[in-house]
């Protein structure tokens, strides 16, 4: 007799790029060979990430008006979860699982409306980037009508633990993607550029000026140069602090890119400044490559993905000085960077979709 396939559906508010949009990508390509998966987002658009096409992509169509006054933001919401509740019952789904802090709210109501299992996540550092007030109320009343909460850091769950019950909580970090895994180059450490590398959003939270300038103290870099992914609203200003330092020559602003992985499999180090982190893909993605890396002890995140002077090395927040120490001791010292190398993609392994996918699934079957 044939199995019948389950029916689970993600909501998120679209698939434009993004971490959370990556994940739940990530997760319907590995999960649709063993469930009928369907994707709904609250806004109309088409999936930035590559899809099965097995997955049935649905929206809600929602257009938020600009100046939407309370009476018309209820109004909208309440569209909104007529949408989900109906793709519920028309698609037959068995399971919803909802992606950030509004989906959440909404999900878990329309779950409820039709009597079916609810697994909620959360992506970012509730602290350091929290909801807004009237989100938050929602957030706090209703959180704790969902089966399961899916956080990505041990900190995540302490801090939602005073919402609801621990056992609802459940750590599952994110995949590093497959279409980074399989350009991955295990390569000998003398065959690298003498490369310094850093990943991410270039804005004040991200603090790459506190690398430029690390950068610049090193005063026998020899040939080793410093490369910047990434875009954002402080790039003219990095690149003007790397122009008055003079080291605007061995320092390149690369933009966002599509072949990170090219990067990725030729730094010797990698560099992670962050104030605070929900959960940090690039410093993730690094350690998965080997590469040697420096982070931040931000919260939340790097202490989860590093283990000091193991596989990475944890630096204090804004400390340059102990950025420059750190630096210095990694680009001076092969074997130290080999040793790192080796443990990094060791330890990250746990990082692949495979064993993140049947993380997930095992709280699937509690509740199908």
């Not at 679209?14 to 739940?24: K, Y």
């Not at 909620?120 to 969902?146: G, V």
């Not at 065959?191 to 690398?211: A, E, F, P, Y």
């Not at 130290?336 to 709280?363: C, F, G, P």
């Amino acid at each position: 007799m044939t199995k019948i396939k389950k029916t689970i559906g993600f909501t998120i508010g679209s698939l434009n790029p993004g971490g959370a949009e990556r994940v739940i990508t990530c997760l319907a390509n590995e999960l649709v060979a063993n469930y009928n998966v369907i994707i709904i987002t609250l806004e109309k658009c088409d999936s930035f990430y590559e899809l099965n096409p097995k997955i049935m992509l649905l929206n809600c169509n929602l257009i938020i008006p600009e100046n939407q006054n309370m009476i018309g933001s209820i109004r909208n919401h309440s569209k909104t979860i007529k949408k989900i509740s109906g793709f519920i019952k028309s698609e037959s789904i068995d399971l919803m699982i909802g992606f950030t802090t509004s989906v959440n709210v909404l999900s878990i109501i329309s779950a409820k409306l039709n009597n079916i299992p609810i697994i909620i996540s959360e992506r970012n550092n509730p602290i350091a980037d929290p909801p807004n007030k009237f989100w938050k109320i929602l957030r706090n009343s209703l959180y704790r009508f969902t089966d399961y909460l899916v956080v990505q850091t041990s900190s995540n769950k302490d801090f939602y633990a005073k919402i609801i019950p621990s056992k609802k909580i459940v750590i599952i970090k994110n995949p590093v993607a497959p279409t980074l895994t399989s350009k991955r180059i295990i390569r000998e450490e003398n065959k690298k550029n003498k490369t310094i590398l850093t990943v991410g959003r270039l804005d004040s939270n991200k603090s790459q000026d506190l690398l430029i300038k690390a950068y610049s103290n090193i005063s026998n870099k020899n040939d080793w140069q410093l490369q910047i992914i990434g875009d954002g609203d402080k790039m003219d200003e990095y690149k003007t602090i790397a122009k008055d330092l003079n080291i605007d020559h061995t320092v390149s602003f690369l933009g966002n890119v599509s072949n990170v992985y090219d990067y990725y499999n030729n730094a010797s180090i990698f560099v992670f400044t962050s104030k605070s982190e929900g959960y940090p893909n690039a410093l993730a993605e690094a350690l998965y490559f080997g590469i040697p890396s420096i982070s931040t002890n931000c919260p939340h995140g790097p202490s989860d993905l590093i283990d000091n002077d193991i596989n990475g090395i944890l630096i204090e927040v804004d400390n340059q000085k102990m950025l420059e120490h750190q630096l210095k001791r990694l680009m001076i010292d092969e074997d130290l960077r080999d040793n790192l190398s080796k443990s990094a993609i060791v330890k990250s392994h746990k990082l692949d979709i495979s064993l993140i996918t049947s993380s997930w699934t095992e709280y699937f079957n509690k509740l199908l």
